[in-house]
């Protein structure tokens, strides 16, 4: 069967393309967007690889070294049964080669004594140093930040932070595999329930193989007293990465969970097909923040990472509240749509988004706000910006059920341009099969313009200052809904400085 | 003290100044005025550094730097303002971020501490009053949704708080009413100083019933042809620009004065 499958290499397309506009005028904007990746190094580490390639076998295999229950295997065979009778989406606005999935490894772990760290002082300081330097905080800095972090690299978690004290309220987070080692239960009850294995290619592809990810579950009436933060870092070539995320939050619990992601610079694409469950029962709510940095390429399109993930929040109680925001600057091809199922009666669908796709990146990502309940609302806030040969694809699905009785959709839609090689798009989809509904949309589309930087340059600020100030501008309403930590880390990577305490 | 010789200047390869002289001492007020088209505004971009213009020839001497090699943020922090004849809109981007980014640049510049959150919105709100903005219009987004009088109050606002050494206002009461126009005016006359130099173009005279300048200057077809006191712009506005010619002379029998 495995001939079916296309054996050509993952090559990205640096053809050389005619530059349609040379212009030897020094140019800010072009200065400002030309910054390094600053995550771009490459860690040297032992790491435990299966063989490239996927098949039954290594599903097992993978299986076997997580020493998963029985249940797990036939689900990862059924779903790899299925992904074999699949074939992958055509209908986004993104082109890249066929990918080879043979070349590919699926399996990738820094090697360790026996099972795995027992805590963050069996780490390798390898590993240690290398998350300081991504400023991701396992140690001390952790207490001090007040974040808890669960850190993956390549297909396994490392470790994860304030394990006890968040035990001592029932709050589980922990890695997914120690999760299907200490609740199978749970794992069995909820996964796949919102994104069944069989939901599109990748979903199918990510429940085959999926290596860890991370897994949180907050009890009924509890309010998860700090952030919780997955901090994702693909290291080892060749390698995919297909990491799992399972949050559940009983009645009444609330949690806020951020997500980040780098890898190193490397010439040859490298796949990233995660899957992301939100499950919410009455009352519940979730905030999922995204900062996405995976490596977006050389501004020629050489290499970077192809960043297909399926992210689904399912609201299946009663007024529960699911909120995404993402700032998405990374990846040569982000193919992501966070989607809310507004089950439950008078339950609440967020999704903020900042994409940016600059050089050669392609962006189409957006969100479905799913209503069937009762008096459910939702909000979609979406800002793309496009630069240099940069493609931005806003899609969004509004769907009103016949039972979703006074539904309520707000969508806005903006896209800013940066120079004229750029490219945005917007596939905006409303579907209601209710009268008492009402959606509304709004689109906007600008360009930062020459004039725009001449006013902000005659009045004494630098032309990259004034880029930062325009683009942030563009972005704060999203921003805002961040919490303060990755706010700034946004801002940050926008090459953006903090705007003042005023204003 | 500017000092303009033979300047000469282009936009899109369509040569718009061709040889312009001009010389505007410390604490003077010079009027330019002339008929569309003929390179007001573009004496003003030029002079605040815009790189869509080349400038083909001609030097420019300020405060003895040459004015021509500075960047135009430089340009700025040393103390050149540009009030807009349009001002441009910056969405999502306060006006008071705005502001005080732009303040704190100039200070920087003149070695002067920067201004927290705290000195800036009490001198800005005492500079707002002065010219007749409510302070709503620190927290809305630069020039966004404003009347064309209000952009020109910003632009006025902007003004007193950079304290510029050379201020050129480019029709700046082009679009206003005569109740704005005299506060830009008093805006203007309040920032008269000794050590500041001011260049207001226009292309009607009614400005100058409120700023008196120290001297007009007719600008046709790329240069200065005419040069004089106060009551030069009395005489365009009697007889329209019609008459102008290479040399600037007003005819005997006035061409307008028929129809």
């Known amino acids: 069967m495995n001939d079916a499958i296309t054996r050509d290499t993952i090559v990205p397309d640096t053809t050389p393309r005619p530059d349609p506009r040379p212009d030897p005028r020094p140019d800010p904007i072009g200065n400002f967007l030309e910054q390094d990746y600053s995550a771009g190094f490459v860690t040297d580490i032992e790491t435990d690889t299966v063989p490239k390639g996927l098949s039954e076998d290594v599903v097992r295999m993978i299986s076997a070294r997580k020493g998963e229950p029985p249940f797990l295997l036939e689900w990862r065979l059924a779903a790899y049964r299925n992904w074999l009778t699949m074939s992958s989406p055509q209908w986004a606005q993104v082109s890249f080669p066929e990918i080879d999935y043979q070349d590919i490894v699926y399996y990738s772990a820094p090697k360790s004594k026996k099972d795995g760290p027992q805590s963050l002082d069996d780490v390798d300081p390898e590993l240690l140093r290398t998350f300081e330097k991504l400023g991701v905080p396992l140690h001390e800095r952790a207490r001090l930040a007040g974040v808890a972090v669960d850190a993956v690299f390549d297909s396994v978690s490392v470790g994860t932070t304030f394990k006890k004290e968040l035990g001592e309220h029932g709050i589980i987070f922990c890695s997914f595999s120690e999760a299907v080692k200490d609740h199978p239960e749970l794992i069995k009850k909820y996964l796949g329930t919102v994104v069944p294995p069989g939901d599109n290619y990748y979903a199918a592809l990510n429940s085959a193989v999926f290596s860890d990810g991370s897994f949180v579950f907050i009890p009924k009436g509890v ?162 910006i496009s630069a240099g040969r940069g493609s931005n694809t806003f899609r969004g699905l509004v769907r009103v059920g016949p039972k979703a009785e006074g539904a309520r959709n707000y969508t806005q839609c903006d896209s800013l341009l940066i120079g004229d090689r750029c490219a945005a798009h917007t596939f905006p989809t409303v579907e209601v099969r209710n009268p008492s509904a009402r959606v509304e949309h709004e689109a906007t589309t600008s360009r930062i313009g020459e004039d725009q930087l001449f006013y902000a340059m005659q009045r004494g600020i630098s032309a990259e200052d004034a880029v930062s100030m325009i683009v942030n501008g563009f972005c704060r309403e999203v921003f805002k809904e961040l919490p303060m930590e990755f706010a700034v880390e946004a801002q940050k990577l926008l090459g953006v400085s903090l705007e003042g305490s005023i204003g | 003290m500017l000092e303009i010789n033979n300047l000469q200047a282009s936009v899109e390869g369509k040569s718009i100044l061709k040889g312009l002289d001009l010389k505007v001492g410390n604490g003077e007020v010079h009027a330019i005025m002339g008929p ?45 303002f540009l009030a807009f004849q349009y001002p441009v809109e910056i969405p999502g981007v306060s006006n008071a971020y705005f502001l005080k980014a732009a303040v704190n640049a100039v200070r920087r510049h003149r070695q002067l501490p ?34 064309g009088g209000e952009k020109k109050r910003n632009e006025m606002l902007q003004m007193s708080l950079l304290e510029p050494k050379l201020a050129i206002l480019d029709e700046t009461d082009s679009g206003l009413d005569i109740d704005a126009l005299k506060i830009v005016a008093e805006g203007v006359n309040r920032l008269r100083s000794p050590e500041r130099s001011l260049i207001v173009i226009t292309h009607y005279q009614r400005l100058l019933d409120y700023i008196v300048p120290d001297q007009v200057h007719v600008l046709s077809k790329g240069r200065i042809v005419r040069s004089g006191g106060r009551e030069l712009a009395l005489e365009l506005e009697e007889h329209g620009y019609g008459w102008i010619g290479d040399t600037g002379e007003v005819p005997r029998a006035p061409a307008g004065a028929a129809s």
């Open chain 1, 223 to 384: 309010k998860c007293p700090m952030e919780l933060s997955t901090y994702f870092r693909i290291n080892a070539r060749d390698t995919g990465q297909f990491e799992r995320t399972l949050i559940i939050a009983e009645e009444g619990a609330s949690v806020s969970y951020l997500e980040g992601c780098t890898a190193p610079m490397r010439d040859e694409n490298q796949l990233h097909a995660a899957v992301v469950e939100l499950i919410a029962l009455d009352d519940a709510k979730i905030k999922y923040s995204t900062v996405q940095n995976w490596y977006p390429g050389d501004k020629d399109g050489k290499g970077g990472i192809y960043n297909f993930v399926t992210k689904r929040g399912d609201c299946r109680g009663a007024r529960s509240h699911i909120s995404w925001t993402q700032v998405e600057t990374g990846s040569a091809i982000t193919w992501k749509y966070p989607s809310v199922i507004l089950r439950g009666d008078d339950s609440v669908g967020d999704f903020h988004s900042v994409a940016l796709s600059n050089h050669r990146q392609q962006a189409d990502t957006g969100t479905k706000m799913i209503h069937m309940g009762r008096n459910t609302r939702s909000t979609i806030l979406s800002k793309g």
């Open chain 2, 36 to 80: 569309n088209g003929s390179g007001k505004s573009t004496l003003a971009q030029v002079l605040a550094g815009r790189d869509t213009f080349q400038v083909e020839g001609g030097s420019v001497s300020w405060d003895g730097q040459d004015l021509l090699a500075m960047p135009a943020e430089e340009r700025a922090r040393a103390g050149l």
């Open chain 2, 114 to 147: 920067e201004f927290d959150a705290f000195d800036f919105l009490a001198r800005v709100k005492a500079e707002m009053k002065a010219v007749g903005m409510s302070e709503e219009f620190l927290y809305r987004s630069v020039n966004e949704g404003f009347s």
